[in-house]
T-cell receptor, first 117, second 114 residues
């Protein structure tokens, strides 16, 4: 199957700093990628849809100025958590769809654990 | 708005026993339905999906799920669990283009007793 990678796999930062998380589709191109957030022992919540060549689409309640998304190429989307605070600590997961026979299957990255001190 | 409910937060099952994970959804149109498994340190892996057609769907690792429109359910089953099936399982509903945007249920953690 298709492979999606994320970097870094974990990061610790000080409050007030910015952190960039990369999501790459390794063996396929993705004009769209998705960013999710998962709190401990909870489900995944869709944050935004990353669109190559255009602005990201954010879900209701997600601060676009807080979570900057850039889809720089057909294989790379980045999520930057700006001025991070402890409440931003979470597990961030990206996914990218692969279409097959008119049906999409989402391939997920392994996630990035962010801890803000 | 669509929603997904997984009533069971934890399920403990003996190795070799059968497993059924419940999933109920709320969605206005014909849903795209998915089951994913999340193991520690690994990304979510698709077990199976339902888009249309036969309501009994076969997936990987011996899993199957049945779509029941009248009950708004998409329960996941496995006849005989293996210790390696211990993981977190998520049911999801997709909307948008070919079900791209996923709404996940709260997840069910499966523990397997030897």
């Amino acid at each position: 199957g298709a492979v999606v990678s994320q970097h870094p796999s974990w990061v610790i930062c000080k409050s007030g700093t910015s952190v960039k998380i990369e999501c790459r589709s390794l063996d396929f191109q993705a004009t769209t990628m998705f960013w999710y957030r998962q709190f401990p022992k909870q489900s995944l919540m869709l944050m935004a849809t990353s669109n190559e060549g255009s602005k990201a689409t954010y879900e209701q309640g997600v601060e676009k100025d807080k979570f900057l998304i850039n889809h720089a190429s057909l294989t790379l989307s980045t999520l930057t958590v700006t001025s991070a605070h402890p409440e931003d600590s979470s597990f961030y997961i990206c996914s990218a769809p692969v279409a097959e026979w008119g049906e999409n299957e989402q391939f997920f990255g392994p996630g990035t654990r962010l801890t803000v001190l | 708005a669509q929603s997904v409910t997984q009533p069971d937060i934890h399920i403990t099952v003996s190795e070799g026993a059968s497993l059924e994970l419940r999933c109920n959804y709320s969605y206005g149109a014909t849903p795209y339905l998915f089951w994913y498994v999340q193991s520690p340190g690994q990304g979510l892996q698709l077990l199976l999906k339902y888009f249309s057609g036969d309501t009994l769907v076969q997936g990987i690792k011996g899993f199957e799920a049945e779509f029941k429109r009248s009950q708004s359910s998409f329960n996941l089953r496995k006849p005989s669990v293996h210790w390696s099936d211990a993981a977190e399982y998520f049911c999801a509903v997709g909307q948008g283009a070919a079900g791209n945007k996923l709404t996940f249920g709260g997840g069910t953690r499966v523990l397997v007793k030897p």
